[in-house]
């Protein structure tokens, strides 16, 4: 029988003591783990901010904490967007990042030349972010023009770009430094016909961008589940790091493992994969793409992760295809991939988009992971490691308790009055519950299966511990529709 612990056991006088403890009764049902998103980027050089962790809850307040129109601005304004079309709820830290020590800053230009034949409005667009208008009234002189162009731009606080009128031209700056800001598409957008040109010089010159190893220091704890690298596919040295801390966070002590994404806008397979095939085994970093798009590489991802993110807090086991990434400007239709090149890149560790009525639309979703030995990559799909994390999260609510913790261990076969003893039959009993449950909300398949692998028994050199298998299958995902249709013709005949 049971002994009541509201009363201590060696008490005499006569008292009634009640107790009172939650109990949880879901009775093995699965709690999805809650997705958070980390947003690992720099802040606008000329502002100052600390560079501790900081969770926001609007692209308000990124701007004003880390300067408009930086990566960290431009970024959250993506998966915050003031329409409340983003991530909703679930919870967006900032893991700042301060320009390197000798980093610098790319630089651009734009010369106007020719004399207006009439008046005409034009804007001038960076990075995917677009100015304010500005009129060029016919037979306007450069410096008029230089002078409009310019208030246009530093008018528009999102621009990740500042201008200095020059007279003869326009002249820009990024707003951080890096080699991650000499990736921003330059262009004048407005009449053709006006008699006026403009000659661009690309953002160039931006050198050294930040180690990452900072930020992802202050994790901590924290089960950051999917996170934003707002620098780009090119920063080898990032995505070192990211990966070796990402397989840190697998380990059976930490158990927290996270997907990292990058964007990228380069519009050749051959580009993206250059870099994604020579990391055949990192199971952490993932790129998200949109060929030809003038858009930042940061905005690209941030915008996919909006829908990814969203879609992995409320509904795990779904793969992400088809999610329209509304907002981002497409890449021009020959900058698109074919299905033999989205085969071709998901193969090599890329991602895939494809545009739909002029919206950017998510494809497959895979981390870099594709070894040469192993023709279905075990860690390939997004998909997965999100269902994988399910699975963590709720062996740990089970076992990670002070239910467990510390509790009597004894044989299965032997009689017990102390309620918090344990035996092994009482683990395989709660890991056969929870396949039960993962397999009604889809993350596993085959749960009779699973179940009859599950072995639990005590150590035999240690008699505080307690070994526990088993092996389950995670579920598929609709990714591929064969059909084959076969036809004839109708030939009428008699009744």
């Known amino acids: 029988m049971a002994i009541s612990t509201a009363v201590d056991v060696s008490a005499v006088a006569r008292v009634v003591g009640i107790k009172t403890d939650f109990k949880d009764l879901r009775g093995g049902a699965?709690?999805?783990?809650p997705q958070r998103i980390?947003?690992?980027?720099?802040?606008?050089?000329?502002?100052?901010?600390?560079?501790?962790?900081?969770?926001?809850?609007?692209?308000?307040?990124?701007?004003?904490?880390?300067?408009?129109?930086?990566p960290v601005h431009l970024a959250v304004q993506q998966l915050l967007p003031t329409n409340g079309d983003g991530v909703g709820t679930i919870p967006v830290t900032v893991y700042p990042l301060s320009d390197a020590g000798s980093g610098v800053a790319s630089t651009s230009d734009i010369t106007p030349g020719g004399t207006p034949t009439e008046s005409a409005a034009y804007t001038v667009r960076v990075g995917g972010v677009e100015s304010a208008a500005f009129v060029i009234a016919k037979d306007a002189v450069v410096a008029d023009i230089t002078a409009a162009m310019t208030v246009a731009i530093n008018s528009t606080l999102d621009m990740p770009v500042i201008a200095t009128d020059s007279t003869t031209k326009v002249d820009m700056v990024a707003k951080w430094a890096g080699t991650s800001s000499n990736a921003m598409l330059v262009e004048v957008i407005g009449s053709v016909t006006a008699g006026v040109s403009f000659a661009i010089t690309a953002p160039n010159g931006g050198l050294i961008n930040p180690d990452v190893q900072p930020a992802l220091d202050q994790f901590g704890g924290v089960w950051e589940s999917m996170v934003l690298n707002c620098l780009e596919l090119g920063d080898a040295d990032a995505l070192d790091t990211i990966s070796t801390f990402g397989e840190g966070r697998w380990g059976p002590l930490t158990r927290k493992p996270f997907v990292s994404f990058v964007g990228s806008e380069i519009k050749s397979v051959a580009g993206v994969t250059a870099i994604t095939d020579l990391r055949k085994t990192d199971r952490t970093n993932s790129v998200l793409i949109a060929p030809g798009s003038p858009n930042m590489a940061h905005v690209i991802a941030a915008r996919q992760l909006a829908r990814i993110a969203l879609?992995?807090?409320?509904?795990?086991p779904h793969d992400y295809g088809s999610q329209p990434a509304d907002g981002l400007i497409p890449g021009d239709d020959s900058d698109q991939w074919s299905y033999i090149e989205r085969d071709q890149a998901i193969k090599a560790g890329s991602s895939s988009t494809e545009v739909r009525d002029g919206v950017v639309t998510i494809g497959d979703v895979v981390t870099f992971y594709h070894p040469d030995s192993d023709p279905i990559p075990s860690y390939r799909y997004v998909v997965d490691i999100v269902k994988l994390q399910q699975v963590i999260f709720n062996l740990n609510l089970i076992f990670a308790t002070t239910d467990w913790d510390g509790a009597p261990l004894i044989p299965d076969n032997q009689p017990t009055t102390n309620r918090s003893a344990k035996q092994p039959k009482a683990a395989v009993a709660a890991i056969a519950s929870l396949i039960d449950n993962l397999g009604l909300e889809a993350v596993l398949s085959d749960p009779v299966t699973a179940k009859s692998t599950i072995q639990a028994e005590i150590n035999s050199q240690n008699p505080k511990r307690l070994d526990i298998t088993f092996t389950a299958a995670v579920s598929g995902n609709v990714n591929i529709l064969s059909i084959d249709f076969n036809f004839?013709?109708?030939?009428?005949?008699?009744?």
Request: overall charge neutral.
């Open 30 to 33: 699965t709690v999805a783990l």
């Open 38 to 70: 980390a947003v690992i980027g720099q802040g606008s050089t000329a502002v100052t901010y600390s560079n501790d962790k900081r969770t926001v809850t609007s692209a308000v307040e990124a701007g004003q904490l880390y300067g408009t129109g930086s």
């Open 311 to 316: 879609l992995a807090n409320n509904n795990a």
């Open 488 to 495: 004839g013709f109708y030939f009428g005949g008699a009744n």
